[in-house]
């Protein structure tokens, strides 16, 4: 995953692919708290709050229990530790992923934006938008806050660059 760059082309469902927007924390490889959920075919690692599709129903990596059904097959234990996290974001908004065995299809989104992401065309355009802009970022709320720096510096440059033509055009005459 951490070898993923925005452009690349992955699996986004069993039948269908999609490219990477972004692969936040690909370069800062933070640490921090993850579940892994192991199934008889595969196990996949995820943060807590992770969007990961249960019993076809989208929920937060912490929500899952043993006996959950992921796309692979029933959850028979869970792990927890901590390591690197990487998040490949990618414009469908999900993703087949996993550590070991057969893919599992999750959100490329933490749960708090995930749903909507999924859910709305219009929503997923306009984050994957301010993702582009922002790059690798940490987060998507540092992504999206670098995104609108970018966007609010672009704005202030180019008004201070017309104001300057118009004193010089204004000189000249």
Excluded: Y
């Amino acid at each position: 995953m951490s070898a993923l760059r925005a452009g690349d082309l992955v699996l986004d469902t069993s039948t269908s692919s999609s490219r990477i927007i972004v692969n936040q924390h690909a370069e800062t490889r933070r640490i921090t708290t993850k579940l892994t959920f192991h199934t008889a075919d595969s196990s996949i690692s995820m943060t807590p709050d992770h969007g990961v599709f249960v019993n076809g129903v989208l929920m937060a990596a912490s929500q899952v229990r043993v006996g959950a059904r992921l796309t692979t097959g029933a959850v028979v234990w869970i792990t927890k530790a901590e390591s690197a996290i990487i998040n490949p974001v990618t414009a469908s908004g999900t993703i087949l992923a996993c550590d070991t065995g057969a893919p599992i299809l999750a959100a490329s989104h933490p749960i708090w934006i995930a749903s909507i992401v999924v859910d709305s065309t219009v929503t997923r355009i306009l984050v994957n938008a301010a993702l582009l802009l922002a790059g690798e970022a940490e987060s998507i709320s540092s992504g999206v806050a670098s995104a609108v720096t970018r966007l609010t510096m672009s704005i202030v440059i180019g008004a201070t660059a017309a104001r300057a033509l118009r004193k010089r055009k204004a000189s000249s005459a």
